[in-house]
């Protein structure tokens, strides 16, 4: 029985020793010292022993229990130690390192203008609508009193998707697609994305307009002035001056383009002593939007009576107002995302 002890107290001491992590040594005790342990066999055996044998016997099983039990406590302990020590140097914050910052983000230029022009017209009461990129050839061209063989089809080089559907090549569907579904009184204004076959410094195949119309029983000629007048006023300044040219386009009549004075040259055409100003071409004055009173045959299509209802519409370019507001003299740079062009907006 002794040496049998000796050689369990010597395997079990080893074992102890090489053990490493907390539940490789609570597995030790409870093969040990747990109820069925081993050694707690032992312990339970002793009553079976000649009752002259039982008290040495059961001193040097206590003995060895206290043993293994103190050694198991030790080693526990130092296990633990242990893994604090590594758990500090492996987990070891330098917190002398620059914190790892999150960039703000800003606005797009293009937006920043949009809402700007979305607040004016606000402000008069317009209410914002939208439509489809891919439109169809009746709300881009034949509605709007552009037919099949029309020359000013040329003016807008279209993008086409297959089933007859093409991108649309401005922002004017949306009038269509609006007085479709809805009876006058109408103030609407349209942003959106556009697209065109062309691309050079200032001119990008997609780009932005802000469409805008207003139907009602008495619309005239006076309230477009008015309602552009005082929204170039507002964008621009206060002194800008502004002149309206006859024009055309097949779905207002009359048409006109509208023009401010040059924001570069303040009008004179000059850029210093004896050159022309580039940006106005020596003019003094910016085309800025083209606009009209509704033709009598759009009213036609969407079902309006034009004995009835009149109104105007009118259409910018989103990135020739931010270019002109800003300087900017190339329009591929709205697209680029250089965040050092852009942080220039925020
Ligand atoms: N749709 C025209 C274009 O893209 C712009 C335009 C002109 C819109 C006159 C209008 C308008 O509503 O009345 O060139």
Redesign the pocket.
């Known amino acids: 029985m002794n040496d049998s002890l000796d050689a369990l107290e010597g395997e079990i001491l080893d074992r102890i020793q090489q053990s490493n992590s907390e539940t490789e040594i609570e597995e030790l005790r409870v093969e040990t010292l747990g109820r069925k342990g081993r050694l707690t066999l032992l312990l339970r055996a002793l009553k079976d022993l000649p009752s002259e044998e039982r008290p040495r016997a059961g001193e040097r099983l206590n003995q060895l229990r206290r043993a293994l039990e103190a050694r198991l406590d030790e080693r526990l302990s130092a296990v633990k130690a242990q893994s604090r020590e590594r758990a500090l140097k492996e987990e070891q914050v330098d917190i002398t390192l620059p914190g790892s910052r999150w960039e703000r983000g800003g606005t797009h230029p293009l937006t920043l203008v949009i809402d700007e022009i979305i607040d004016v017209f606000w402000g008069m009461g317009f209410e914002i609508a939208r439509g489809p990129d891919i439109e169809d050839d009746y709300h881009n061209f034949e509605a709007l009193n552009i037919p099949k063989d029309h020359p000013a089809r040329d003016?807008?080089d279209t993008f086409f998707v297959s089933d007859g559907r093409l991108l649309r090549?401005?922002?004017?569907p949306v009038?269509i697609r609006t007085m479709e579904s809805r009876q006058p009184p109408l103030q609407i204004i349209v942003p959106g994305a556009?697209y065109r076959h062309d691309d050079d410094a200032t001119h990008s195949p997609m780009f932005h307009?802000v469409?805008?119309?207003m139907v009602d029983n008495h619309i005239a000629f006076s309230d477009l002035k008015g309602v552009l007048t005082h929204f170039l006023r507002q964008v621009f300044s206060a002194e800008t001056g502004v002149r309206f040219r006859p024009s055309f386009?097949p779905?207002?009549e009359p048409?006109a383009e509208i023009d401010i004075q040059c924001l570069i040259c303040g009008g004179h055409g000059k850029a210093g002593e004896d050159q022309t100003c580039r940006v106005c071409k020596g003019t003094g004055w910016l085309e800025i939007?083209?606009?009209?009173m509704?033709d009598p045959q759009v009213f036609r299509f969407v079902g309006y009576d034009p004995e009835k209802v009149s109104g105007?519409?009118?259409?910018?370019g989103v990135e020739r107002i931010a270019m002109l507001k800003h300087g900017i003299d190339d329009i591929r740079l709205f697209y680029q995302n250089d965040v050092r062009f852009l942080r220039q907006f925020g």
């Open positions: 003016m807008q090549t401005h922002t004017s009038q556009v307009q469409e805008g119309f386009f779905f207002t048409s939007l083209g606009a009209g509704i105007f519409a009118f259409g910018m």
